[in-house]
């Protein structure tokens, strides 16, 4: 089965959530453009949630954005999860499918997306990773950007770690905006620096959230509140350096008026619509 084409430059979404599930159904077709889930939530689900995935997947674009792979783990990759993911993806003409840049994984299930070691062992670890799941997929996927609180090893910062992985792996970026903003606050580093060494070729989506404000220099990374002011003006910065990319809103609890994340939705169409003209920049420019 073939999947959606790609997603517009200028394509605004949502996440997929079980809460959101009648207002999804009944918003108006220009409301939003495509929508996001996590296939190990919906994967085998039948039933009246089948069916309004079943029913949502047919009217709109959906991407895929993975909990569970582990890439950074140690532990053998599930190839029979994977194989579960790739039927999926078929299934509901996925044309994107994106992972963490962390591992989740042990002996077992962590429940929390953990950082990887900044070093070049870990590079060709991840990397090899990756290739090894788009070899069994069958397609290029991306990978994104995670907040993290502590920092196991760094022989080289963030931004040089990421573009490594990329680099080695063949693979596509989701650029996160809120995780640069949040950890450019705790871990002192310049978002727009960071934003500068992304590879704006790989970007494949950009992501947006609301987080918590626990202190001046401590920011948590909840999904769970408005976009901040500081989040919209860095993803405008983004727009304006490599050009509008698929944007998409994620909000996993606390859920608002559906008009209010209409809202936000509307904020990042606008800042896409301001720079559709522009003519990306290439790292370090």
Same mark, same amino acid.
């Given at each position: ?80 999860? @994977? ?8 299934? /509901?003409? $996925?044309? *994107?499918? %994106?992972? /963490?840049? %962390?591992?989740? +994984? ?12 900044? =070093?070049?062992?870990?590079?060709? /670890? ?6 090894? =799941? &788009? ?11 995670? +907040? ?5 090893? &760094? ?52 992501? $947006?959230?609301? /987080? ?5 220099? *401590?920011?948590?990374? =909840? ?9 919209? %003006? ?12 698929? =944007?998409? @809103? ?36």
């Amino acid at each position: 089965m073939t999947g959606h084409p790609p997603l517009r430059s200028d394509a605004v979404g949502l996440g997929l959530r079980r809460a959101l599930l009648d207002p999804l159904r009944t918003a108006s077709a220009d409301a939003f453009d495509f929508l996001e889930c996590a296939p190990e939530n919906w994967i085998g689900v039948g039933g009246l949630l089948g069916e309004a995935l079943e029913t949502l997947s047919a009217r709109h674009p959906l991407t895929c954005h993975g909990l569970s792979l582990s890439l950074g783990g140690c532990a053998p990759l599930d190839e029979t999860f @994977l194989g579960r993911v790739r039927r999926f993806l078929d299934r /509901h003409r $996925v044309p *994107l499918y %994106s992972e /963490h840049l %962390s591992y989740c +994984s042990d002996d077992g299930q962590l429940y929390d997306l953990l950082p990887i070691p900044f =070093t070049d062992e870990a590079v060709h /670890h991840v990397a090899a990773r990756i290739r090894q =799941t &788009q070899d069994i997929l069958g397609r290029r996927i991306a990978v994104e950007n995670v +907040s993290y609180y502590a920092a196991p090893h &760094q022989g080289m910062d963030e931004a040089a770690f990421i573009n490594a992985v990329l680099d080695e792996a063949d693979c596509d970026l989701l650029l996160d905006v809120n995780n640069i903003y949040v950890n450019a606050i705790n871990h002192r580093y310049d978002a727009s620096a960071f934003l500068a060494a992304m590879p704006g070729e790989r970007i494949a989506c950009l992501h $947006v959230a609301g /987080h918590f404000d626990e202190a001046d220099d *401590l920011k948590v990374d =909840t999904h769970g509140a408005a976009v901040k002011d500081a989040v919209w %003006s860095l993803l405008g910065e983004a727009c304006r350096r490599f050009g509008p990319r698929p =944007t998409l @809103l994620e909000r996993d609890f606390n859920f608002p008026p559906f008009a209010e994340l209409l809202g936000e939705l509307d904020t990042v169409r606008g800042i896409l619509a301001t720079n559709r003209d522009v003519r990306p920049r290439h790292a370090h420019a």
